[in-house]
Each structure stands twice: as C-alpha cells, then as structure tokens.
C-alpha cells in the first residue's frame, strides 16, 4: 500500500508563492509516474502538473506553465510543487497521485493512488 500526503496549503494573496509537500509511504517511490491535480468547487478534477522517469521529464497544464514546478526528492520520498504568481483561479483543492503505468499521464484514471488533498485559497 503506497500512502500519500500532502501539506503546505494555505490562504495567500495574488502573486503570492505557496510550495506544496507530498510525503509517502511504502513500495518504492522512485518507481511511479508522480502527478498533481486540482479540484474547485463545482468543477471536475484537473490536471496541473506530472513528472516520470525519475526526474527525467515534466509536464504542466497551460494554465500553470511557467508559474509552477514540480520536483521530487527519491531520498527522502517526497514531491513538491512550487507554485509563483498565484491567481484567484488557482484555488482549489490540491492533490498528490501516483501511478505505477509510465509515461506521460495527465488523466485522473491513469493513477492509482491519491493523498487526501490540501486547500489553497487565493484572494485578489
């Protein structure tokens, strides 16, 4: 069982940073597509960011790119996502997921395994 959980929300000003942390747990982390996701009130799911390969490749979003980057640390088996330039349109419900098929996966089916989200909430 592979456990996932994220923190570093909060409420901001636009243009402010936040950097999101997603902590897990079990099976090898090194080994999943890792991904981000979020979730606005009234709206479905949306993709925002993923990397695979290790590090090797990332992609993001229109929405987001050149605002936010993800990373991930296969030491200490954790993901971030930094998020610059916030908009009142980034707020949402922010989650972590992984997958263990490859490749680049930007829909929600495509991961198995999802934290509890973290709420980020900018006002303008």
């Known amino acids: 069982q592979v456990q996932l959980v994220e923190s570093g929300g909060g409420s901001v000003q636009a243009g402010d940073s936040l950097r999101l942390s997603c902590a897990a747990s079990?099976?090898?982390?090194?080994?999943?597509?890792m991904g981000w996701f979020r979730q606005a009130p009234g709206k479905e799911r949306e993709f925002v960011a993923t990397m695979w390969r290790s590090n090797g490749n990332t992609y993001y979003a229109d929405s987001v790119e050149g605002r936010f980057t993800i990373s991930r640390d296969n030491a200490k088996n954790t993901v971030y996502l930094q998020m610059n330039s916030l908009k009142p349109e980034d707020t949402a419900v922010y989650y972590c997921?992984?997958?263990?098929?490859?490749?680049?996966?930007?829909?929600?089916?495509?991961?198995?395994?999802w934290g509890q989200g973290t709420q980020v909430t900018v006002s303008s």
């Open positions: 079990g099976r090898t982390f090194s080994s999943y597509v």
């Open positions: 997921a992984a997958s263990v098929t490859s490749g680049r996966l930007i829909r929600t089916y495509e991961y198995h395994y």
